[in-house]
């Protein structure tokens, strides 16, 4: 399995950015996926959610700004984020659990994890 994110980058408060997953060996659609995020200085945090009926959840501090998608037949997992904010600074992970729902799940419950997009907003 191998999950590949890209489109992260630098850009100014109130700006944009998606954030892709293309996963291989896995099949996205019959599953939950979700991403992540670590600042500086912190613990890695979840930040949105999608499982195999389309349901999505968002952490508090993302909602109304990012939205999850996934694209199954490109196999790919997107993050549209909107509003940014300093806050959101982190290097983003595309996550894949093995089980069809993701309610509740913890960073501990998702199998495997891209390596990282950084994500750089500024004041």
């Known amino acids: 399995v191998r999950l590949v994110e890209s489109g992260g980058g630098s850009v100014q408060a109130g700006g944009s950015l998606r954030l892709s997953c293309a996963a291989s060996?896995?099949?996205?659609?019959?599953?939950?996926m979700g991403w992540f995020r670590q600042a500086p200085g912190k613990e890695r945090e979840g930040v949105a959610f999608?499982?195999?009926?389309?349901?999505?959840g968002y952490a508090g501090f993302v909602k109304g700004r990012f939205t999850i998608s996934r694209d199954n037949a490109e196999n790919t997992l997107y993050l549209e984020m909107s509003s940014l904010k300093p806050e959101d600074t982190a290097i983003y992970y595309c996550?894949?659990?093995?089980?069809?729902?993701?309610?509740?799940?913890?960073?501990?419950?998702?199998?495997?994890w891209g390596q990282g997009t950084r994500v750089t907003v500024s004041s």
């Open positions: 996550a894949a659990r093995l089980y069809l729902f993701c309610g509740g799940a913890q960073s501990a419950d998702f199998s495997y």
């Open positions: 999608i499982d195999s009926n389309d349901a999505t």
């Open positions: 060996g896995y099949t996205a659609s019959g599953n939950c």
